[in-house]
């Protein structure tokens, strides 16, 4: 049976609130996180940038209680230039914590944003696993193209010999009428336009 293995890379994910004040308390507790903080050396855009912005925010918020005219729109191009700046600190600590994927969410973490982790798998390997169905197994084999076809045997006797089992064109397919609590051996080998491949190395499966 095959063991896949999985690496996780953490994500930066930016929760920006709709309104301004608590977008600007969000950015403000980014640029607390971030200061001083050893995983972020050279931080960009630098943190006096993304400080003055939040400072502009404020003021231009300010303006819109008074009603002065075309405060609103003004208060708007400062949110958007706040929003856009944070925009670009999340790609440089995505980058950061890339560059560390092992501590990649612990960094994102620390520079109070949040994290969404994904989970990349392994190229698929040939495997053998219990079919849903007592006495059959189930077959997994790596893509060797879009049109390539795939033959498969399996052995009763610890691969002295091999019965032939149905070609397929997927990468995969189900071994019926064999034996439970017997081990058997599979092997397969694609078919592409350039020829026959070599076969695999066999991979055993107890039958339930």
Do not use: C
């Not at 708007?76 to 990649?104: C, F, H, M, P, S």
């Not at 006495?135 to 002295?160: M, Q």
């Amino acid at each position: 049976m095959t063991i896949t293995k999985t690496n996780h890379r953490s994500i930066v994910v930016l929760r920006l609130p709709t309104r301004v004040q608590a977008l600007i308390t969000y950015a403000q507790n980014i640029v607390t996180a971030m200061t001083g903080n050893p995983s972020f050396t050279t931080v960009v855009p630098a943190l006096v940038t993304i400080t003055a912005a939040i400072t502009a925010l404020q003021v231009a918020e300010a303006a819109t209680l008074t009603k002065l005219k075309g405060s609103v729109l003004t208060r708007n191009e400062k949110k958007t230039a706040l929003v856009q700046l944070l925009q670009q600190l999340r790609g440089y600590i995505q980058t950061i914590a890339d560059g560390n994927v092992e501590n990649g969410a612990s960094i994102i973490a620390s520079a109070g944003v949040d994290v969404r982790k994904t989970v990349v798998r392994s190229p698929r390997v040939f495997g053998a696993k219990p079919g849903a169905v007592t006495g059959t197994a189930k077959l997994v084999a790596a893509s060797a193209g879009s049109r390539a076809s795939y033959e498969w045997e399996y052995s009763l006797d610890g691969g002295k010999t091999w019965v032939t089992a149905p070609v397929t064109l997927q990468a995969k397919t189900t071994v019926t009428g064999l034996t439970a609590g017997t081990t058997v051996q599979f092997r397969y080998r694609p078919v592409t336009k350039v020829g026959e491949g070599n076969w695999t190395q066999p991979v055993s499966l107890l039958v339930q």
